[in-house]
């Protein structure tokens, strides 16, 4: 069993519909949680970063954290094309650990 | 706008050859990773760097692969020889060590070498 499972897609939405990505990991002791933006032949950057349970709101991105049942969401609200991407869902074990766990990305198309 | 710079940014070539990807980071940043991104396996953590050192290429095939950090400016990933299970994009990230600045300290992506082994 892979440390983080992520659906690879593709997800296909319409402009403006709610989008749900999500991933669950295997290891209880994950702590930090974030979410990374890939556009095509770009590299991956962060989108947004939470520690342990809860949600965590930036715009019209919503990352939530459910550590009970180890599973990552991330909801994008009135999605927009620009939105198509891949996303990454990542956890890092400890507050000093440098090495984070990629989920494999879920590719998502948001149609005009 | 700091950003992580890698070099070339495609590159095709034949099995056999010699390939020679470069990395510079982010200024005042003392991780450095090498990634390897396909469908298949997603990005797969090859080798990592902290303040220069080597902390881990357990994910990098020994027999063919190498990193070095000559300085804090430049990171390398060797190939030799290449083979065509080698196409891939190779990712270079950079960060400060986890946790030192902020809980939220995290790695930042160059764009990629996007290589061809024919």
């Known amino acids: 069993q892979k440390e983080v499972e992520q659906d690879p897609g593709p997800l296909s939405v319409p402009e403006g519909a709610i989008v749900s990505l999500n991933c669950t990991y295997s290891n209880s002791a994950f702590q930090y949680f974030m979410w990374y933006r890939q556009y095509s032949r770009k590299g991956p950057e962060l989108l947004m970063y939470t520690y342990s349970s809860g949600n965590k709101e930036d715009g019209r991105f919503t990352a939530q954290v459910d550590k009970s049942s180890k599973y990552i969401s991330l909801f994008i609200r009135d999605s927009q094309p620009s939105d198509s991407a891949t996303y990454l869902c990542?956890?890092?074990?400890?507050?000093?650990?440098?090495?984070?766990?990629f989920g494999k990305g879920t590719r998502l198309h948001i149609l005009p | 706008d700091a950003r992580v710079t890698q070099t070339p940014r495609h590159k095709v070539t034949e099995m056999g050859q010699e390939v020679t990807m470069r990395c510079q980071p982010i200024l005042g940043h003392n991780t450095v990773f090498w990634y390897r991104q396909t469908m298949m396996q997603g990005l797969e953590l090859l080798a990592y760097?902290?303040?220069?050192?080597?902390?881990?290429d357990s994910g990098m095939p020994k027999d063919r692969f190498s990193a070095e950090m000559p300085d804090a400016t430049l990171a390398t990933l060797k190939i030799q020889p290449s083979e065509p299970r080698d196409s891939a994009v190779y990712f270079c990230a950079s960060g400060p060590t986890a946790g030192v600045r902020s809980s939220t300290d995290t790695q930042y992506f160059g764009p990629g070498t996007r290589l061809t082994v024919l």
């Open positions: 760097f902290r303040n220069r050192a080597p902390l881990d």
């Open positions: 990542a956890t890092r074990l400890l507050n000093r650990d440098d090495k984070i766990i």
